[in-house]
């Protein structure tokens, strides 16, 4: 079992930037790799960046450039540095964990930080 625990989503001014948080506890020992998704209002959720344990970072094509995905092992926290927001970045944002359950690979999913980008 892992929990994760999102933090530093708000209210931000269009071009500003936020840090996202992201805490686990648990079995944090087993984990392979964190990530992040979002979900903007009446859409699907989508991948925006994720990082294994080794710190080889994957992002998707939209957002390459202007956010960077960063871990701390010793803190167990990855973290979301997200520049130069647009209006259209709002969206419910999700921290994930994966790792093994009985031989699969198993996501863990945050409650989520809502982030709001004023235009």
């Known amino acids: 079992q892992v929990q994760l625990v999102e933090s530093g989503g708000g209210l931000v001014q269009a071009g500003g930037s936020l840090r996202l948080s992201c805490a686990a506890s648990?079995?944090?020992?087993?984990?392979?790799?964190m990530g992040w998704y979002r979900q903007a209002p009446g859409k699907q959720r989508e991948f925006v960046a994720r990082?294994?344990?080794?710190?080889?970072?994957n992002y998707a094509d939209s957002w390459k450039g202007r956010f960077t995905i960063s871990r701390d092992n010793a803190k167990n926290t990855v973290y979301l540095q997200m520049n130069s927001l647009k209006a259209e970045d709002t969206a419910v944002y999700y921290c994930?964990?994966?790792?093994?359950?009985?031989?699969?690979?198993?996501?863990?999913w945050g409650q989520g930080t809502q982030v709001t980008v004023s235009s």
């Open positions: 990082i294994n344990s080794g710190g080889s970072t």
């Open positions: 648990g079995s944090i020992f087993s984990i392979k790799t």
């Open positions: 994930t964990a994966a790792l093994p359950v009985a031989g699969l690979m198993y996501d863990y």
